[in-house]
């Protein structure tokens, strides 16, 4: 695989990050829920961009040779604990950016002092369930978001 870059999201970013939402939107709402409406139209994406890179968020862009391949966004910090989110573009599962991504978020993460990273998968996003396996990441249990069967998976950073 070429080198994978962790890009931290910034506001420039936005008509690429619109871009590669609009073109992997079927695929996405197949594997997580839907995005808010505010995704939908450049100027509202960019200033949620705006807000979130003001607020310091973890929001990154997972790019291989400049091009957007996926995401990665570690959000929700609370009490040293933080949840884990990703997504790679359809034409770019399945050849380990997944894997290494969620790797590199965790060491990104324990460098800023976050001791523990949770996720929520969609039951039936098996893929998705082994690339938090390989990292480390254990199934803690099962929640629901909205409507949606989701199991939970948890890694521990600061057992590294």
Known sequence: MADLELAPLGVGDAPGLFAFERKNRDWFETQVGPRPDI???????????????????????????GRIVGRVNVTALENGVAQLGYR???????QGIATRAVALICQEACDRGIWALEARVLRDNIAS???????????TGTSQIGDLDCDTFRRDLDQD
């Open 39 to 65: 995704y939908w139209k450049l100027d509202t994406l960019t200033d949620l961009i705006r807000e979130q890179v003001k607020a310091g968020e973890m929001m990154f862009l997972l790019k291989i040779g």
């Open 88 to 94: 790679i573009g359809r034409a770019h599962c399945g």
């Open 129 to 139: 369930k082994r690339v938090l396996e390989k990292v480390g990441f254990i199934r």
